[in-house]
């Protein structure tokens, strides 16, 4: 079986951002659109949560990059970029793709993938998955209509579930890490054989974000 690597690329607006880069940017495009028209908007507000740049990346399997990517990988290494682990700070994309959400109230996994169940988690956790957050206390009442008239309602309430994990981590992810551009450009450069293009396209997409204003990184992990 095979190893595949998951990417995602994030960005974020700091304070520790370079104002000039913005201003250059901001003065190169106003030549470029003397009119205003279509010219792209510009803030300078810190922004201090990741934004992602689209879901996954699968830039193709090479086990040389992979040894040197957090040293989980199939290659022989030495690893360039730290074992950091997951994120806590993760973009929405990467988190969607490692958390599971744990349904405390269902007997059976769902089919689409949308929950497992407390049973299915707690397996997890044995294989070293991590848990991420707790249920917090939710009641109210449910409300069903019919033709748009209020027919009953049925309170409910999670109180015993307060407490509980409330995320689970994907038991077949590993490795997981985050590399700054150079770090990444360092993991790819010396590899044979020929590095498969999709890893220098992550490698540009850093550095445009980079040379506009926006501080970038690259989070990683394996399966299998």
Known sequence: MGQDI????????TEKTDREKWEAYDAEL??????GIGMPAF????QEHWSSMGARINPGRNYGIFGRLSGGGRGAGPAIVPARGMPEDAGYYAEEDEWQRINHDKDDD????????????EQYHSYGSRYKGVVELSEGLSK??????????????????????????NPDHHSHSW???????????????????EYFAILAAMRELQRIGYEARV???FDN
Do not use: M
Not at 43 to 46: D, K, L, S
Not at 110 to 121: F, K, L, M, Q, R
Not at 144 to 169: D, F, I, M, R, W
């Open 219 to 221: 989070v990683f992990w």
């Open 110 to 121: 769902d089919d689409d993938g949308y929950y497992v169940t407390a049973e299915t988690a």
């Open 43 to 46: 803030r300078y507000e810190p």
């Open 6 to 13: 998951h990417c995602y690329i994030e960005y974020r607006r």
């Open 30 to 35: 106003k030549q470029q659109f003397p009119d």
């Open 144 to 169: 069903q209509y019919e033709n748009g008239v209020l027919v009953k309602e049925t309170p409910y309430s999670n109180a015993e579930h307060v407490g509980k994990p409330l995320y689970v981590g």
């Open 179 to 197: 590399a700054t551009p150079d770090e990444w450009a360092a993991a790819i450069a010396p590899v044979v054989p020929a590095v498969d293009p």
